[in-house]
């Protein structure tokens, strides 16, 4: 019983750095990127990500998830390390942009699912939106930020700022975000 404990414990951790590593090749290198990349990120073979993930759109979906419950862990974790609830929202929104942009690129790679990919969108609300609005109040109690702001538009506003990046060298969606999360602030 011990070992089939240990081996489905190591699987569940494999999966992750899997899961992790192929997050930040598509960062980098978006998510038509090559398979052996992130095999090679991860630092295992490609036959292991066929076998648990045998189309493109498997493994995405599967980082898209990943990155939701990363994202959702981070929120009350930052809330809980950081003295200041405003630095922990900055943080926040730090991963959830990396987020957005393996989202953008989940569009693409599930076009013929669109019934998927809205049931996806539905979970990422679910789990994200209370951890932004735990982040605003948070902040706005600390008297950080003076804003009657919803988590719903923040998300959508920052969202709508990442969408422009793809390929375009010259915009960096952060720097918008900074100025955003700036004006949030009390002066």
């Known amino acids: 019983m011990e070992a089939g404990r240990s081996r489905r414990s190591d699987a569940l951790r494999n999966e992750q750095k899997l899961l992790t590593a192929a997050a930040e090749v598509f960062l ?3 998510v038509d990127a090559p398979i052996r990349e992130i095999a090679a990120q991860a630092g295992i073979g490609t036959g292991t990500i ?4 045998p189309t493109r759109a498997d ?3 599967a980082v898209y998830r990943h990155q939701v419950e990363e994202c959702a862990g981070a929120g009350p974790r930052l809330l809980a390390d950081l003295d200041s609830p405003l630095e922990a929202l900055r943080q926040w929104v730090d991963l959830f942009v990396d987020f957005l942009v393996t989202k953008h690129g989940l569009a693409h790679a599930m076009q013929s699912d669109s019934s ?3 049931a996806l ?3 990422f609300l679910e789990r994200l939106l209370p951890i932004c609005t735990e982040l605003l109040a948070a902040a706005s109690e600390a008297g950080e930020i ?3 702001i919803q988590a719903y538009e923040l998300m959508r506003g920052i969202g709508n700022l990442c969408i422009g990046r793809e390929g375009d060298t ?3 969606p952060r720097r918008l975000i900074t100025l955003l999360l700036d004006g949030l602030q009390v002066h």
């Open 28 to 30: 980098v290198s978006g």
């Open 50 to 53: 066929y076998r648990n993930f």
């Open 59 to 61: 493994l995405v979906v």
């Open 116 to 118: 998927g990919f809205e």
């Open 121 to 123: 969108h539905v979970y």
């Open 146 to 148: 003076d804003s009657d």
């Open 170 to 172: 010259a915009y960096d």
